[in-house]
């Protein structure tokens, strides 16, 4: 079956990519440049999607920096640094950007009914610490209904499903699946710093070393800039 799959480049849409493969998917990649302080993760994308061998790769440019609203796309917003995984727990963070989630499963949603896809892939992920308000079970199922409602495809019963394979796991047990699946996770970037080498502080940097020390495992991407 044909399969959508979200790639950021980043460690879970990698390994969301190395699944819907083993599912037997035909894989269609789609990211996106959003102006995001971290666009380094297109490169990684790039990388990620002709490792994985997707049929096609669509990366999608639009800019959300003409709005801000998050320090992703707004370098006047400081990003969050050092952050114990106790103070990411408490509130939606100043990384969340508005809708983004939205705004990628619809373009998704547009090239998935195009090349007539049965399914969509996140990346989402309700448990580490993140507290998205678009990365959660019962956002993924509105978005199912809007899959169904606003489609040619879902109106004649064949309504694209998405698959969240992650949203339960973990993010040692992301690591463990990708490392089931062959996920080469040096060409993976989870910055969020816009460095050409990771920054290790940052939420997003410090739920990825965490995860990999608590498995005992070295994180094979660079960490150069640590101080």
């Given at each position: 079956m044909k399969a959508v799959i979200l790639l950021s480049g980043g460690l879970d849409s990698s390994t969301v990519l190395y699944k819907a493969k083993a599912d037997g998917c035909e894989c269609y990649a789609i990211s996106f440049d959003y102006?995001?302080?971290?666009?380094?993760?297109?490169?990684?994308?790039?990388?990620?999607a002709k490792a994985?061998?997707?049929?096609?790769?669509?990366?999608?440019?639009?800019?959300l920096g003409q709005w801000g609203g998050s320090a992703l796309t707004d370098q006047k917003i400081d990003l969050p640094q050092g952050r114990s995984l106790a103070e990411m727990a408490d509130n939606i963070p100043v990384t969340y950007v508005p809708a983004r989630n939205t705004i990628f499963l619809s373009f998704a949603l547009s090239y998935a009914e195009a090349i007539a896809a049965e399914r969509v892939y996140i990346g989402v992920n309700i448990l580490d610490y993140s507290g998205y308000p678009d990365c959660r079970p019962d956002y993924i199922e509105a978005m199912q209904?809007?899959?169904?409602?606003?489609?040619?495809?879902?109106?004649?019963?064949?309504?694209?499903?998405?698959?969240?394979?992650?949203?339960?796991l973990k993010k040692t047990e992301i690591i463990q699946l990708g490392n089931q699946l062959g996920v080469p996770w040096d060409l993976t970037w989870s910055c969020y710093a816009g460095g050409e080498s990771a920054c290790g502080v940052c939420d997003s940097c410090r739920l990825r070393l965490a995860a990999f020390a608590e498995l005992g495992l070295k994180d094979p991407i660079d960490y150069s800039e640590v101080g």
């Open positions: 102006q995001q302080r971290h666009r380094k993760e297109l490169n990684s994308a790039l990388m990620i994985a061998g997707v049929i096609q790769h669509q990366v999608v440019n639009f800019d209904e809007v899959f169904r409602l606003g489609t040619k495809q879902g109106r004649e019963g064949k309504a694209m499903k998405i698959i969240a394979p992650l949203i339960d």
